[in-house]
Nanobody, 120 residues
């Protein structure tokens, strides 16, 4: 059974940076796809970024393109999301999502989330 644990969230000022981490265990799929979704208060799930197992299929939401960078460390079974130039509208609970294939639709295994709060 796939299990994910997110960490790295926090409170930062406008323009600040954070790096989210997601430790993944129990993967048995041959070509998993991993990504990040976020949910702001009163809003629905929003795709942020995803990456396939080879690292060649990398996707970003337009709202974060150029500011966020997704990466993975196979040796540590960890997915990362480096977030720079953060804006108040980035404030949300961020979830790591793992699915059997790409694209990541947000319906796969996710953790408890990590809160990111950006103040102006």
């Amino acid at each position: 059974q796939v299990h994910v644990v997110e960490s790295g969230g926090g409170s930062v000022l406008f323009g600040g940076s954070l790096r989210l981490s997601c430790v993944i265990s129990g993967l048995t799929w041959s070509e998993p796809c991993m990504g990040w979704y976020r949910q702001a208060p009163g809003k629905g799930d929003e795709f942020v970024s995803s990456i396939d197992s080879t690292g060649t299929d990398v996707r970003y939401a337009n709202s974060v393109k150029g500011r966020f960078t997704i990466s993975q460390d196979y040796a540590k079974n960890t997915l990362y999301l480096k977030m720079e130039s953060l804006k108040p509208e980035d404030t949300a609970m961020y979830y790591c999502v793992v699915e059997a294939g790409c694209p990541v639709l947000g319906v796969g295994t996710r953790g408890q989330g990590t809160q990111v709060t950006v103040s102006s």
